[in-house]
């Protein structure tokens, strides 16, 4: 199974900040690489797809970036409503496989 | 718009079989992969498998003893059933669509999840 291993695990930051959850490949997955945010109480919701391609509907100021190991979600101007859970996940290779999770806290 | 309802018990006993339905609505289950994702409390997300409307499955190999996973069309149901349940297996479940585009499979829209515990 491919791992994928985010970090940082948890961040708190202040409204206005930028900020950037990174998630490693345990093996080179191209970019088949998504990112989803989950609210507390409720299901995972798509925000990024293909690493860098914005799902229709999120706010623009969430990005992803990065090919083969690395990649990269950033938020570039933290709002309120971000408060969540950020999870990435692979679809190189069967089983689709998920990040631990990073937690945001607004401070 | 597409969207997913998991129903089911939500209370399982030790060594029984869970079995879940996943509903769909506003859209045809033809045409497409349906996953199963679930996630214990305060932990992450483990793909459990998927399934097409012609019944094609691909499970996660660290479940595919105890998954069984099968296909309703004329009703636009899928359904879960994972035998010889333990404690471990307590978690949220969620049902969703798999979007599978250039060979990058995502998911999307996912069903609200259904808590199923396991225990006496």
């Known amino acids: 199974d491919i791992q994928m291993t985010q970090s940082p695990s948890s961040l708190s930051a202040s409204i206005g900040d930028r900020v950037t959850i990174t998630c490693r490949a345990s093996?080179?997955?191209?970019?088949?690489l998504s990112w989803y945010q989950q609210k507390p109480g409720k299901a995972p919701n798509l925000l990024i797809y293909?690493?860098?391609t914005l799902q229709s509907g999120v706010p623009s100021r969430f990005s992803g970036s990065g090919s083969g190991k690395d990649f990269t979600l950033t938020i570039s101007s933290l709002q309120p409503g971000d408060l969540a859970t950020y999870y990435c996940?692979?679809?190189?290779?069967?089983?689709?496989?998920f990040g631990q999770g990073t937690k945001v806290d607004i401070k | 718009q597409v969207q997913l309802q998991e129903s089911g018990p939500g209370l399982v006993k030790p060594s029984e079989t869970l079995s879940l339905t996943c509903t769909v609505s506003?859209?045809?289950?033809?045409?497409?992969?349906w996953s199963w994702i679930r996630q214990p409390a305060g932990k992450g997300l483990e793909w459990i498998g998927r399934?097409?409307?012609?019944?094609?499955?691909r499970y996660n190999p660290s479940l595919k003893s105890r998954v069984t996973m099968s296909v309703d069309t004329s009703k636009n149901q899928f359904s879960l059933k994972l035998n010889s349940v333990t404690a471990a297996d307590t978690a949220v479940y969620y049902c969703?669509?798999?979007?599978?585009?250039?060979?990058?499979?995502?998911?999307?829209?996912w069903g609200q999840g259904t808590l199923v515990t396991v225990s006496s």
């Open positions: 969703a669509r798999d979007v599978i585009v250039a060979g990058t499979v995502w998911f999307d829209p």
């Open positions: 506003g859209g045809s289950i033809s045409g497409h992969y």
């Open positions: 399934i097409n409307h012609s019944g094609s499955t």
């Open positions: 093996q080179l997955i191209g970019s088949y």
């Open positions: 293909a690493a860098s």
């Open positions: 996940q692979q679809s190189f290779s069967i089983p689709w496989t």
